[in-house]
């Protein structure tokens, strides 16, 4: 019980991330119908903002946890959306209109790139961060062991339950919400309303980017170590998590991700950490094969 | 040119006479096939002005290629007096006109009444609330609905909407293609009455692209007949009632 309590924590945390990662993935999809496979580097390029910021905390003397918390969170979504911004604006937007796999394989080249960029930038090896947040609650106690809540813990999970929200209200509510949804469902329409449908899109790279910034600096935090390969396995498993909900679903792409999360979670605690991994894509596979739309993604019904 | 048959006057025309909208020359293509070949034609402030033609003539193409999309290989649009050939979607939109399109193309996972506000983002936010009082009166269906998706509409209720949707922009040249497409007669009656209103409560102008002839004739202060992307007649709305070739191509044998 308390050792389940325990992974069950630890996977909520893991889902967490993954699930702001996600979003990023299946906005993209949803409005233009490609996958960005650079947005696990976008994710990666998030954290490394995040390090560095830090540091400069560290230099410049704002010692006050939240504060530089706070600071560094904007300067990573700031920097990191700039790339966002980039790589669709040089990567994806000159192939608008070509076939279908030229923008796919230019993720995938944009992908490579921005590791090799990072790998050239800040070297191969592994980075340390001290730790930031410390401390938590021991929420029960049983013999040696310990089921423990760190506040880094209740701070990831908190931040992305209201980034979510917001987020989601933001879609559903405001009228840039309405745009993205309108170029998602018809952008030659869109167009004919007036939307600058190249913005739109713009901006939903930005957004997603924004999101993988958190996820980033998080991931920085509760981790301790970054390099430059980690937007690799963090990206396919958020897309894994996107297309478990259901990919161009915004709530799938949040409970994809904590479902990865906890899964992976407990396939390392229960079974072996070795094969989390496949743990986790055999569950898309399953998933894939009787609802190919994902969990929460609906087949189209539309009168014509 | 405003003369018609003594017996059957035509609708008076509009005081205004400003030219709104002028398409000369224009030439477009679909990949190698020329949809438009040369097309001249004009809409004044103030009129309903009509494009008839068979499938495929390349209506709908220059409604479209009026907004922009496909742009014209050849030739100039104007709208109110500025050349907007080159300019994006949004921007020709942004001017004042606004598009029903072939197809309706209604936002299937929005509600009625979130496609009604996608209508209004150029207009003034002021004039949003007594707009949307505007559509729901003369379609109050969609006020029923207003929360409905508006894939789940019929193809009555998506026609209004798309009208509708169009209007919320308040725009000064309403586009409207094939608005009767597939609808009950009644219905087709219904709205060939919302467009006379608007054309002359609110001195909307109207550029109307149809297949049922008789209606949009009847209803048009001018008109012009399109065969395979050129202009081949052009007049008043009664004239070309009563031509003779229009008759034998679009009016016997039905309606």
């Not at chain 1, 605690?269 to 596979?285: G, H, R």
Request: proline share 4%.
């Amino acid at each position: 019980m308390e050792y389940f309590l325990q992974q069950l924590i630890n996977g909520v945390t893991l889902g967490a991330i993954y699930g702001l990662i996600a979003i990023g993935y299946t906005m993209v999809y949803g409005i233009i119908g490609m996958i960005n496979f650079a947005h696990g580097e976008i994710f990666m390029i998030g954290a490394f903002v995040s390090l560095i910021a830090f540091l400069l905390m560290g230099l410049v003397g704002i010692t006050w946890i939240p504060l530089a918390l706070l600071l560094v969170l904007l300067i990573a979504m700031v920097f990191t959306s700039v790339y966002g911004w980039t790589v669709e604006r040089l990567a994806y937007r000159p192939l608008r209109g070509s076939f279908r796999l030229a923008p796919l394989i230019s993720a995938i080249g944009m992908s490579i790139f921005l590791q090799n960029y990072v790998q050239i930038l800040q070297g191969a090896r592994v980075k340390p961060l001290q730790p930031v947040v410390e401390g938590g609650f021991n929420v029960m106690q049983k013999g040696d062991f310990v089921v423990s809540l760190s506040y880094l813990q209740i701070i990831i999970v908190t931040v992305t339950v209201v980034l979510m929200a917001s987020f989601s209200l933001i879609i559903a509510r405001t009228s840039l919400g309405r745009a993205q949804r309108a170029c998602e469902q018809d952008r030659t329409m869109a167009a004919l309303l007036g939307i600058n449908v190249d913005r739109t899109i713009s901006l939903a790279f930005v957004m997603g980017a924004a999101l993988a910034a958190v996820a980033g600096l998080m991931f920085v935090l509760y981790y301790g170590v970054i390099d430059f390969y980690i937007g690799f396995l963090a990206g396919i498993k958020a897309f894994t998590a996107a297309v478990l909900g259901g990919i161009g679903s915004l709530p799938g792409a949040m409970l994809g991700g904590l479902l990865i999360g906890l899964i992976e979670t407990f396939w390392s605690a229960y079974f072996t950490v070795e094969y989390k991994d496949v743990a986790a894509f055999s569950i898309l596979v399953l998933v894939l094969i009787f609802r190919p739309t994902g969990l929460l993604g609906k087949p189209e019904i539309e009168k014509v | 040119m405003e003369e018609g048959q003594p017996t059957r006057p035509d609708r008076p025309g509009p005081p205004n006479r400003m030219s709104l909208l002028s398409v000369s020359g224009v030439h477009t293509y679909y990949g190698n096939i020329e949809a438009l070949r040369g097309v001249d034609l004009t809409v004044n402030e103030g009129e309903i002005v009509t494009l008839i033609g068979a499938n495929g003539a390349g209506k709908s193409t220059l409604l479209m290629t009026v907004c922009g999309n496909p742009r014209p290989a050849r030739g100039t649009v104007r709208f109110d007096g500025r050349d907007i050939t080159r300019s994006a979607t949004y921007d020709i939109i942004r001017r004042g006109i606004a598009h029903s399109p072939e197809g309706r193309r209604i936002f299937p996972r929005m509600s009625v009444l979130e496609n009604l506000q996608m209508g209004a983002i150029t207009g003034d936010p002021a004039h949003y609330e007594g707009d949307l009082e505007i559509v729901f009166d003369m379609f109050p269906i969609l006020k029923e609905r207003q929360s409905q998706r508006g894939g789940t509409l019929s193809g009555g209720e998506q026609q209004m909407l798309a009208i509708g949707r169009a209007l919320m922009a308040r725009p000064r040249l309403l586009l409207l293609d094939e608005p009767s497409l597939g609808l009950a007669p009644m219905v087709v009656k219904q709205i060939f009455n919302v467009i006379r209103e608007i054309n002359e409560q609110q001195a909307m102008t109207i550029f109307l692209v149809e297949q049922n002839a008789f209606h949009a004739l009847n209803l048009a202060h001018r008109a012009y007949v399109m065969v395979n992307g050129r202009i081949t007649l052009q007049g008043t709305g009664r004239e070309l009632l009563a031509n003779r070739e229009v008759r034998a191509a679009y009016l016997e044998g039905g309606h």
